[in-house]
């Protein structure tokens, strides 16, 4: 028993939508046929089993949205055959993910982040990215742990991200809208990239009744989000060029009571502009 | 997930000068740790740092007896990773201390909460005898969206209560909570 098709060692592409490709297996015995496939890719893996009652499946619905290598052993009549193909990706343009985004409901900041962060990269060499972490895709998923699809499906992995992002939308729209204050749409997408990063962007002004960027951060305007709190003396009065002469190179990680630090306004200057 | 709940945990003192001093466990140099007193008694914060993945806090108390403490954390903040501020709240001569400990987050992918921070409540029994029950409430979280008011944490010494103000809770929303400490240092149960 062989298989006739695909051929041994096939590739298969997913498309940058992403559509995932028919893959037919098929093979030269008659009669009733199980299919006993796995996939897997990095710490990832799935099986399974499906019976048909001739020599031909499409195994597009098994494998769902995974990719990597797909292996399959084919059973009828006592006899059996196993082949391996590999399903690849696409990587989306920046303007796919660009328009998906803008698609998705209280997303206003999210995709700022992605473009900053990652540039859109889903795949590289036609496999997902993984960073030094272990996050994976787009959106560097992490914590919570990515799935198989999440991996593989850069909209699964953009709404997986989305999801933090919310979280972080509510809270600062808790912050900004306590005592019945009010606030504009441009303060809710900063204070929202801010604590996507870490604290809070805006100060109640409580004199001109309105939330104003916390003054009493300055930022090293050359890094993603190093600054200095102005209300420590060591800091006091001082101008950024003076503070980063000072302080740079920036020691990694930071030692605790160190005279900068890293500052969610800073990142949400550096992202928003 | 939220994670506000109560925890009990092994709280590992030295009692007295004389046990420190047989093991001294000093600091790590290359772990330097800022800290703070903003006390409402005389309790005060000597030294802090990490050691294999949990929080070490010097106090001495009143009376000047010296304490270590030695203090869990959770996965939101790095094993390695040394407190920030160590904040003495309040105290209970004899009985209790109350104190904060702050760090940075444990950042996820594309930036995520990489200049966030993690806070915990503890309150620890000072009576002799180890161990003790060490009660450890999540004050303030980037990576689980919790978020104190301002001012967020009161000492309300006659009545030997911590009173805790959430912007947004354990329960997503805005919260006041009461830490009440029992005449033994421990912490009562919430109905």
Known sequence: ????????????????????????????????????????????SAAGSVNTASGQWNAAMAIGNRGG?????????GATATITVNIRAANPSVTEVTNYLNSRPNSDGFGAIVAHETNSIQFRNNLPVKSGDSGYGICQLTNPRPTFEQAWNWKMNVDAGLALFAQKRFAAMTFLGQSGRTFTSEQLRRETVCRWNGGPYHRWDDQAKKWARNPDILCDTQ??????????????????????TRDHPYAVPRPAGAGYNFFGVCYADRVLG | MRTASWVSGLLIACLSFADCNRKPNPPRDDTPAATTTAASGPARVTGSGVQGGETFVDVQVSGGRSIRLVLPRDATVGPETAPERTTVVGEVPGTAIVLTDTYSSLAGGMSYCQAGEEQFLRVVPLAQGAPHDLATIKLASCRENLELADPGVDWIAPSRTVRIHWLSGPGGRPEVRDVVIDADGRVQRQP
Not at chain 1, 227 to 244: F, P, V
């Open chain 1, 69 to 77: 290598k797909l292996t399959v052993r084919a059973t009828a009549g």
């Open chain 1, 223 to 244: 890094t993603r989000n190093i600054g200095w709190d102005l209300t420590l003396a060591a800091n006091t009065g001082r101008t950024e060029a003076d503070l980063r």
């Open chain 1, 1 to 44: 028993m062989t298989f006739t098709e695909p051929a041994p060692n096939a590739t298969f592409t997913i498309t940058t939508l992403p559509l995932w490709p028919t893959i037919v297996f098929a093979t030269d015995a008659h009669g009733p046929h199980t299919w006993e496939w796995t996939i897997g890719w990095d710490v990832f």
